[in-house]
T-cell receptor, first 110, second 117 residues
Framework: TQLLEQSPQFLSIQEGENLTVYCNSS?????LQWYRQEPGEGPVLLVT?????EVKKLKRLTFQFGDARKDSSLHITAAQPGDTGLYLC??????????FGPGTRLSVLP | GAVVSQHPSWVICKSGTSVKIECRSL??????MFWYRQFPKQSLMLMAT?????????EQGVEKDKFLINHASLTLSTLTVTSAHPEDSSFYIC?????????????FGPGTRLTVL
């Protein structure tokens, strides 16, 4: 069983739409990260959240860490084709390495 | 941000040969490096964790005699896939943890695509 679940698995939307992807677990994490990966490349870190309830913004991307530090969401406003990619969340329990979720594959159509 | 390089970026080899992949941290010292494998349309699966100067720690199900990891310096780790077979074909990605920046800061390399014929 996956330590981290992500939903949806796949998402195809039109340019300009908003979307939210979710990362859920039954475990409590000391920190959680979101990455974006494009085909044939390594993941690129978008954000790290460590405090329950924390909200971070990165331009059109808003990240939230759940109050209980078991889940997180990524909201994209006015999606653009350049946002297309695989979005991965990764969680670490205290003193342990990060574990990756299965990813959400986003396609933004022009 | 910090830069991690991998070499080669892609390799095609015959079944039974060994392939070495290098992972370098270019502008920081990496006390810990991680090796991941990613199959098409799947997430990253951690294979092993290597600390400079010590033996790598392998995840359950990963054969240490098949995937040899050497972390001889603070800027270089190598993964050797020995006696490669077609089922070893995958995208191999390394990441390096910046010992100064903090335990949560790891930077990923661009990946190496291995195809075993």
């Amino acid at each position: 069983t996956q330590l981290l679940e992500q939903s949806p698995q796949f998402l195809s939307i039109q340019e300009g739409e908003n979307l939210t992807v979710y990362c859920n677990s039954s475990s409590v994490f000391s920190s959680l990260q979101w990455y974006r990966q494009e085909p044939g490349e390594g993941p690129v870190l978008l954000v790290t959240v460590v405090t329950g309830g924390e909200v971070k913004k990165l331009k059109r991307l808003t990240f939230q860490f759940g109050d209980a530090r078991k889940d997180s969401s990524l909201h994209i406003t006015a999606a653009q084709p350049g946002d297309t990619g695989l979005y991965l969340c990764a969680g670490a329990r205290y003193g342990q390495n990060f574990v990756f979720g299965p990813g959400t594959r986003l396609s933004v159509l022009p | 941000g910090a830069v991690v390089s991998q070499h080669p970026s892609w390799v095609i080899c015959k079944s039974g040969t060994s392939v070495k992949i290098e992972c370098r941290s270019l502008d920081f010292q990496a006390t810990t490096m991680f090796w991941y494998r990613q199959f098409p349309k799947q997430s990253l699966m951690l294979m092993a964790t290597s600390n400079e100067g010590s033996k790598a720690t392998y995840e359950q199900g990963v054969e240490k005699d098949k995937f040899l990891i050497n972390h001889a310096s603070l800027t270089l780790s190598t993964l050797t896939v020995t006696s490669a077979h077609p089922e070893d074909s995958s995208f191999y990605i390394c990441s390096a943890r910046d010992g100064v920046a903090g335990a949560d800061t790891q930077y990923f390399g661009p990946g190496t695509r291995l195809t075993v014929l």
